[in-house]
């Protein structure tokens, strides 16, 4: 592993509804919504998009945390 990462923030959707929340990385990826793993990619892998769709309250604010690791070759981490 050449590094790692954890991002930690919150959200809020404006209305109450199913989302799709898109991670595109190269390599690992772990995502977690409101302490709930949604995304467990944790491979080796060049820019590959995977999603998740997950239920959110907008009377709610959802702690989001990433985890993310980079091997070999070039870094990429989105979030959608």
Not at 10 to 22: D, F, L, N, P
Not at 28 to 39: E, F, K, N, S
Not at 45 to 55: M, S
Not at 62 to 78: C, H, P, R, V
């Amino acid at each position: 592993v050449r590094f790692a990462l954890v991002l930690k923030g919150a959200i809020r959707v404006s209305q109450t509804g199913w989302y799709t929340i898109t991670t595109i990385s190269d390599d690992g990826v772990r995502l977690y919504i409101g302490g709930v793993l949604v995304i467990d990619k944790w491979i080796l892998q060049g820019p590959t998009p995977h999603e998740a769709n997950v239920f959110l309250d907008s009377s709610i604010f959802y702690s989001i945390q990433i985890e993310y690791f980079q091997a070999t070759g070039a870094a990429t981490l989105k979030l959608r």
